[in-house]
Every structure is written in structure tokens, then in C-alpha cells.
């Protein structure tokens, strides 16, 4: 193993920030030394930052969305549509509906997909809650907005079927979404027209 100039506080830092999506060993150490070049400007504030999140940040009973409230903004504001709740993959795939703006109903984040191949079965993912949620009397519609793969269309196959004596149209969002796309890398013109165009499942 070759041998680190960095002391082991500096070491750890780089082994914590490649751990994240798109940082590998290299891109973590050119982000610390950033992050030391800019200590008081960058550092110190992102240290805050990080800090109140891990505290304050927490997932909402309700949707599964993270927020310092629960339930989180979006199931507690008065003028949302209480008859739509729209199923995403993860928390990222919220946001990205949430910033298209064409959508005003409320969510619920699975955390996942089921996969054959990675363990995940239907018990590790939020759908008992979801069909509780569709059970609702005020619930119409469940919008399907699963990445357009495998394990999304077999999630939103098994959700059509646990949800077959809920009495609720299921839908999915049209797919001008390309196949293998994932939602939260999607332009917001795109979502927005696969929203509006969705059908029945």
C-alpha cells in the first residue's frame, strides 16, 4: 500500500467523502484539499451544515420524504390535491417532480425497488404503507413514477396487483421518459410532459 503524506484526520475525511454517488478515491482528496484551501469559507459552514442536518433531518412518517418536520412541508400543506399520491423510487425522484412543477398532489418514497438480484423484496420496501394509504377515502389515484427499468416496471407491476381490491385508478407516467432513465438526471420539460401524459396502468 503506498505510502499517504496526509495525517489519518485528513486520511478519514477522504475515505468518508468517497464513499458518496460519483466520488472515487481521487475526486475525494481534490474535494479536502478544497475544502482546507477554503476552510472558513467552505469547511467550517459545511461542518454547521452537517451538523444541524444529522440532528434535525428526518424521514416523514407520512411520505417518506426527509425534512425537519413531520409530517414533512409537502404533506402539510393545506393545498395539495389529497386525492393523487404519486410513488417514487427514492427521495431524489420527489425532488425532481417537485422542481418540474407539474404536479401538485402528494408522494410516497418507496426507499427502492424490488430486485431479484440485490435481495430486495416487497417487505423491505414501503408498499404495505402505500396500500394502507390508497385504502383512503379521499385517495383516487396512484401515480406510478418508477425509473423506467426492470425492477422499476416488476415494482410497479407488484404494487398494481397488492393494490387490486383498493378502490383507485393506478396509473403511470407516459414514457417519453427513456427506457433506463433514471428521474432526478431528467430536464423538468420532460417530466413534466411524462406527468401530464401518464395512463392507466
Not at 411520505?63 to 412541508?73: F, L, Q, R, T, Y
Amino acid at each position: 500500500m503506498p505510502h499517504s503524506s496526509a495525517g489519518p484526520e485528513i486520511e478519514r475525511l477522504i475515505t468518508l467523502l468517497s464513499r458518496l454517488p460519483g466520488l472515487g478515491p481521487r475526486s475525494a482528496r481534490r474535494a479536502v484539499l478544497h475544502l482546507i484551501r477554503k476552510k472558513t469559507a467552505l469547511m467550517v459552514p459545511l461542518a454547521d451544515a452537517l451538523d444541524v442536518a444529522a440532528q434535525q433531518i428526518n424521514p416523514c412518517s407520512q411520505c417518506g420524504n426527509i425534512d425537519v418536520s413531520n409530517p414533512c412541508a409537502i404533506c402539510a400543506a393545506p393545498g395539495r390535491d389529497q386525492s393523487r399520491i404519486c410513488v417514487v423510487e427514492q427521495v431524489g425522484d420527489l425532488w425532481a417532480l417537485e422542481r418540474a412543477g407539474a404536479y401538485r398532489g402528494r408522494y410516497h418514497v418507496l426507499g427502492g425497488v424490488l430486485s431479484a438480484l440485490d435481495g430486495v423484496r416487497p417487505e423491505d420496501l414501503r408498499i404495505g404503507g402505500l396500500v394502507a394509504r390508497a385504502r383512503a377515502a379521499d385517495v383516487s389515484e396512484i401515480i406510478l413514477a418508477l425509473n423506467a427499468n426492470v425492477d422499476g416496471q416488476t415494482t410497479g407491476h407488484y404494487i398494481h396487483d397488492a393494490l387490486k381490491d383498493a378502490d383507485v385508478q393506478v396509473s403511470t407516467i407516459a414514457r417519453g421518459v427513456p427506457v433506463g432513465g433514471e428521474l432526478d438526471y431528467l430536464d423538468d420539460g420532460t417530466l413534466s410532459a411524462a406527468l401530464k401524459a401518464r395512463k392507466p396502468l
